[in-house]
């Protein structure tokens, strides 16, 4: 049997959300055995690995699976919030999920020529965000209009983008950069269209500015606010340009702004807040319109209407993909969880491999036995 790695072992068990105390309750062992195995000081019997294996989802092959050489850390990732001890265990669990996706990113992008990130260089210290939305737009030839097919956008630029459940409401949306290639994780709950268009946005610009930026940075809790405020300008002025924006808002009643709302894919709310920065409204009027959408509970989450006029942020790299290998005959879809040996949730985020999606595919001449 090939050795068991050792950072495997913490990988799966954060993956799954898990303390060292309760694997070890789950396992009946002691928590200590449990540290030895994750610091490698003793590798589990091949009794408990399985055990392992099976308490964690994680396939036995996954914790012999070396990192591909030059595989870096993602980092910093850009997280909302990380007070309190469930927050950092989302966050932890959501970091292992980004590292895992984009392991197999790699495996992919060996096998076929993936868009090039093109981040463009718009973040020079001293830039506003505002200016900083306006080059990338230059950048990337877009004029002023509104983008619809944001998803579609951000993977013509290099930028993989995947759902995955987050599992937590302060955690919506995370970036990260891995061997320097972008990665978007959006959440695929209780989100509605708006909401994740502007999270794509928002992650966008934390790609684009603060990637250069240290964890301490993150981590504190003044410098993060800040960094989230600038995250936010930026989303807003990138969907909404000062330019075209703002000479359609001319109606400044909740109405008048969601006849807008399909047009530029953004919620009411964040054409308010747009509308109050370009100064068309003024501080009284703000609060009046803000004062209004919690009244008719547009502020709860899917509260606002006309949100399935939105285009959702599609993503399909990762999916085309791999239908290129299989219909190419270069890898049967069945051989994939061999290739990438990681549990199923992986496969699902990155590439839209489902279990069910594997049984279907089974070799022709494999004949199955009935389901008792
Ligand atoms: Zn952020």
Redesign the pocket.
């Known amino acids: 049997m090939s050795a068991v790695l050792p950072e495997r072992i913490a990988q799966a068990r954060e993956l799954q959300g898990l303390t060292k105390t309760e694997i070890a309750t789950a396992l009946g062992v002691s928590p200590a055995a449990v540290a030895q195995w994750e610091s490698g000081v003793k590798s589990p019997t091949a009794e408990n690995l399985a055990l392992l294996a099976r308490e964690v989802g994680f396939p036995i092959a996954a914790f012999q699976r070396v990192q591909p050489v030059g595989f870096s850390q993602p980092g910093p990732l ?3 919030a990380r007070s309190n001890a469930t927050t950092r265990r989302a966050n932890v669990r959501a970091e292992q999920l980004a590292k895992l996706v984009a392991e197999s990113y790699v495996w992919l992008s060996e096998r076929v020529a993936l868009p090039l990130p093109n981040l463009p260089d718009v973040g020079a210290p001293g830039v506003s965000p505002e200016e900083a939305a306006q080059a990338c737009r230059r950048a990337w030839n877009l004029g002023d209009r509104p983008i619809l097919k944001l998803g579609e956008l951000l993977e013509s630029q290099g930028i993989i983008i995947a759902r995955a459940r987050l599992g937590n409401e302060k955690l919506d949306a995370f970036s990260c950069l891995v061997s320097s290639r972008p990665f978007v994780f959006l959440g695929s709950d209780k989100q509605d269209r708006a909401r994740s268009r502007f999270d794509a946005a ?2 966008l610009a ?1 790609l684009i500015l603060h990637q250069h930026y240290a964890e301490r940075h993150l981590s504190d809790s003044e410098d993060h606010k800040e ?2 405020q600038q ?1 936010n300008a930026f989303a807003s002025a990138f969907l909404m340009p000062a330019t075209t924006f703002g000479q359609e808002v001319f109606d400044t009643t909740l109405n008048g702004f969601l006849r807008l709302k399909e047009r530029w894919g953004v919620s009411a709310q964040a054409m308010v807040v747009r509308s109050f920065q370009l100064q068309l409204i003024d501080e009284y009027r703000r609060t009046e319109l803000f004062r209004q959408m919690s009244a008719k509970g547009w502020r709860k989450a899917r509260g606002e209407p006309l949100d399935d006029l939105i285009p959702e942020v599609n993503s399909s790299v990762g999916k085309r993909s791999i239908e290129l290998l299989t219909q190419g005959g270069v890898i049967h879809l069945w051989e994939i969880p061999n290739e990438i040996p990681f549990p199923n949730e992986v496969l699902h985020v990155a590439f839209n491999i489902t279990p069910e999606s594997l049984y279907d595919a089974v070799a022709p001449n494999v004949v199955l036995f009935p389901k008792a």
């Open positions: 850009s997280f909302r928002h992650e934390h960094l989230e995250a």
